[in-house]
């Protein structure tokens, strides 16, 4: 007979769609190191609509598990008309991917025929003892009748991931936050959300966050301008310039209180090309105005005056705060070919003004680098073979909407082994920093208006659900992503195979990786098989067993 709840134990790595039936292998068994969070699901399914259902775990180390929903959220873009086949399906609909708190007055709904789950994470802190650990883990009705349950064994190992060597940034869209939960920038409540979401970046491995300035003139209508979010005060008298940095201050203290080493200021000259100057606002005469903006020539004298007075003290700010090795610049996002000279000449000045800062930039075309007008170059993942080939060292690489065919990214229609390769590509390439521009970007495409993030996925039908934000707005702080969980089991897979390096050396590793291959892994091929992955993990985790690896830090 048919049992009228079913339930299945999966891995972090299957999407489990209420309109699908699962085929996904059951897993009922992981491991970890002392101080990295794992995350598992279990699916379930009633024959009918039951409502009020409880979910009890037993284990012991029931204070760091975390239990929650997986949400459904609409995509009406998941992909591009020309996509690849490494998808799980192009359809509009509903799609999983928020993590919601399970609420305790109404808790889990389960819907006829329909298969849902909760998302379970161990996150045990360095704090519970090593072995084999079974997680109990019941449903049940309201009123304590039982409808079933699963059990995962969760092996703990004597050993800790080193700490994150990788650079990596999500950009961080102050605006959006005041936006969306319709508060005053830099007032009280902003600054609480700011510190809210810096939390959530830092505890899911992103150490450098992008730090406006001036409000980064990012995605914004040529002539058109995102609100002001400037943390620099500016006071103009003539062609003097005087700067105020209390609210930067503010923003380094509270980003390092929760675990940012680095500060990527926002760009210095506009979108595409460096044409112009950002948006900055200052005050003349007693005025508050508009200083510079879509108005003013990239290399008008009046912004090269600007520049002049503003690098030095912001230099010194960096200087009296001790932050020398921890900041980055920009000078413009994705400038293209056709756009050489005016990136060129913007280039040239900020490299003058900044001789002893790396300054950073996307772009996918390596004639940037060979004639040295980008010296440290953010190639995008399908364009970084060039610069791998020519030996570039301290190399980073991006993704975004436009890399969609063969190589990793994170949208909602991808299966999730394609946001966790990123790690062993990571490692294998020596990859110096990662970054991507949409951490939490809640806005249409040119941030033309807010969108409500639940409602649209895709910056308003312009890029494929997921690309644009990792987080939700959520009423008591962000709401977090499969994808979010994701990304961050491919950032510990990248510190457990470094870990796994100290001890065995580096070709032992890359050895281990392409066993059973039969081709060599790169950025556009790689195993499309989520088991491989959960396998690949657990040799790894076996092989630091073995080799005796003590809580390395």
């Not at 808790?107 to 161990?122: C, K, N, S």
């Not at 406006?212 to 005060?233: A, M, N, S």
């Not at 508050?288 to 520049?307: I, N, P, V």
């Not at 990786?513 to 040799?539: A, C």
Request: glycine share 6%.
């Amino acid at each position: 007979m048919e049992r009228e709840f079913l339930t299945k134990s999966l891995s972090s790595l299957t999407k489990v769609f209420a309109d699908q039936e699962l085929t996904d292998k059951a897993i009922n068994k992981g491991s970890a190191l002392l101080n990295e969070a794992y995350s598992f699901q279990i699916a379930y399914k009633s024959k009918t609509l039951l409502k009020d259902i409880r979910v009890q775990v037993n284990s012991a180390f029931n204070e760091k598990i975390t239990i929650r929903s997986v949400g459904l959220v609409p995509s009406e873009l998941p992909c591009y008309h020309d996509h690849d086949d490494l998808i799980l399906k192009s359809t509009p609909g509903l799609y999983p991917d928020p993590l919601y708190p399970i609420d305790d007055i109404e808790g889990l709904i389960a819907f006829p025929e329909q298969w849902r789950a909760i998302w379970i994470t161990v996150d045990p802190q360095g704090d519970v003892n090593p072995g084999r650990h079974p997680i109990e883990v019941i449903f049940e009705k309201k009123n304590g009748e039982y409808l079933g349950k699963e059990i995962f064994e969760l092996e703990v190992i004597a050993a800790e991931l080193p700490q994150q060597k990788l650079i990596h940034t999500e950009w961080f869209h102050t605006d959006c936050l005041a936006t969306l939960y319709n508060v005053e920038v830099f007032s009280g409540e902003h600054w609480r959300r700011i510190e809210q979401f810096v939390r959530t970046a830092a505890k899911h491995g992103m150490n450098m966050i992008l730090t406006p300035i001036f409000t980064p003139p990012l995605d914004t209508e040529v002539g058109g301008e995102r609100p002001t979010v400037q943390l620099v005060d500016v006071e103009k008298s003539g062609e003097a310039y005087t700067f105020q940095f209390e609210k930067l201050k503010r923003w380094v203290d509270l980003c390092k209180k929760q675990g940012i080493k680095y500060f990527e200021f926002s760009h210095l000259f506009t979108q595409w090309g460096a044409k112009h100057a950002p948006k900055i606002v200052g005050y003349e005469n007693g005025e508050l105005k508009q200083l510079f903006g879509w108005e003013t020539d990239a290399m008008s004298l009046e912004y090269r005056g600007f520049l002049q007075q503003f690098i030095p003290s912001l230099i010194e700010f960096i200087n009296q705060n001790q932050l020398e090795d921890q900041c980055f610049f920009h000078v413009s996002d994705e400038p293209h070919l056709t756009q050489v000279e005016s990136y060129k000449n913007a280039s040239l000045i900020l490299q003058e003004l900044l001789k002893d800062f790396p300054i950073i930039d996307a772009l996918s075309d390596y004639t940037f680098y060979e004639k040295g007008i980008v010296k440290n170059p953010i190639p995008s993942n399908d364009h970084i073979n060039a610069f791998i080939e020519n030996g570039v060292e301290n190399l980073w690489t991006y993704y975004c909407c436009a890399q969609y065919k063969k190589v990793a990214n994170r949208f909602f229609s991808m299966p999730s082994f394609r946001n966790r390769v990123l790690g062993i590509q990571l490692y294998k390439y020596k990859i110096a920093g990662f970054l991507h521009w949409g951490y939490n970007f809640w806005y249409a495409q040119y941030s033309k208006k807010a969108i409500d993030p639940f409602k649209n996925t895709d910056a308003n039908y312009a890029f494929p659900s997921g690309d644009a934000f990792l987080v939700y707005p959520g009423e008591d702080g962000p709401i977090e992503s499969i994808r979010l969980e994701v990304m961050n089991e491919a950032l510990q897979d990248l510190r457990a195979l470094q870990l796994l390096e100290s001890v065995v050396g580096r070709e032992q590793v890359l050895a281990l990786l392409q066993d059973g291959l039969d081709y060599e892994i790169t950025f556009e091929q790689y195993p499309q098989d989520q088991e491989w992955y959960l396998q690949k993990r657990e040799q790894i985790n076996e092989k630091i067993k073995r080799e005796g690896v003590v809580c390395q830090h």
